[in-house]
C-alpha cells in the first residue's frame, strides 16, 4: 500500500492528470493515506508559519517571538474544518453541474493535489530560517518569499483544477466554476466567524 501510494505521489508530479483518473476511480483505496496528508497539511502549516515568523521577529528585535500554544492549536483546527469543507463542497457543487465522481474520490485527489505544495513550502519555509539579516533588511529575502508563495499558490491551483477535472469528469470552465465557487463560499463563511473571534478577543473578560 505505502508503495502504491508512493507511486502516486510521484505521477502527481510527473504525470498529475494520469494520477488524478487513477486516484478518482479508487477513491476508497487512497483515502486513508489522503486523510494523512490533509492531517499532515493543517498541523505542519501553523508550526512552520510560526518558525518563519519567528525567524524574522528575531532578526529585527533580537528576541524571541513566544510561542502560543492555544493559537497554534485552534489553527489546526480552523485548516482542518477548511479542507474537510472546501473538499465537500468541490464535491456537492462538481455534483450539481454533472460531476460524476464519489465523495472519497474527490476528497482524496485534492489531498494528494495539496501534497507537493506542502512538501516544497516546507524546504522554503524552512531555508527562510537561514537567511542573513541583510537580506531580511534589503528586502531581498522578501521578495524570494513572496515570489515562491506565488508560484506555489499557482502550481495549487493547477494541481487542484486536474484533481476536480479528473476526478469529478468535469470539463475545465466547470472544474474552474467549481473551484472558484467552493473557495468563495469558504470565505464568506470564515469572515464573520474570525471577525467574531477577534471582537471576543478584544472584550474585557472578568473572573468571578
Do not use: R
Request: aromatic content about 18%; glycine content about 10%; some cysteine.
Amino acid at each position: 500500500m505505502v508503495g502504491t501510494n508512493m507511486t502516486i505521489f510521484k505521477d502527481v508530479i510527473i504525470s498529475p492528470q494520469k494520477a488524478f483518473v487513477e486516484i478518482g476511480n479508487n477513491g476508497k483505496k487512497y483515502f486513508p493515506f489522503a486523510f494523512v496528508i490533509l492531517l499532515g497539511t493543517v498541523i505542519s502549516s501553523p508550526i512552520l508559519s510560526y518558525y518563519v515568523n519567528s525567524q524574522i521577529y528575531f532578526h529585527f528585535v533580537e528576541e524571541t517571538l513566544p510561542f502560543d500554544f492555544s493559537s497554534i492549536f485552534f489553527e489546526i483546527e480552523l485548516g482542518f474544518l477548511y479542507g474537510i469543507g472546501f473538499t465537500y463542497l468541490a464535491y456537492t457543487i462538481g455534483k450539481k453541474i454533472g460531476g460524476q465522481g464519489s465523495f472519497k474520490g474527490v476528497f482524496s485527489s485534492l489531498c494528494f493535489a495539496a501534497l507537493p505544495i506542502t512538501i516544497v513550502g516546507f524546504f522554503i519555509l524552512l531555508s527562510l530560517g537561514f537567511v542573513s539579516l541583510s537580506n531580511f533588511k534589503h528586502g531581498g529575502a522578501f521578495s524570494l518569499y513572496y515570489l515562491m508563495i506565488i508560484v506555489i499558490v499557482i502550481w495549487g491551483f493547477v494541481l487542484g483544477l486536474f484533481a476536480i477535472i479528473k476526478s469529478h469528469q468535469l470539463s475545465f470552465l466547470k472544474a474552474i466554476l467549481t473551484m472558484l465557487t467552493s473557495g468563495v463560499i469558504i470565505i464568506a463563511i470564515s469572515i464573520p466567524i474570525l471577525f467574531l473571534i477577534e471582537l471576543n478577543d478584544q472584550i474585557p473578560h472578568f473572573k468571578i
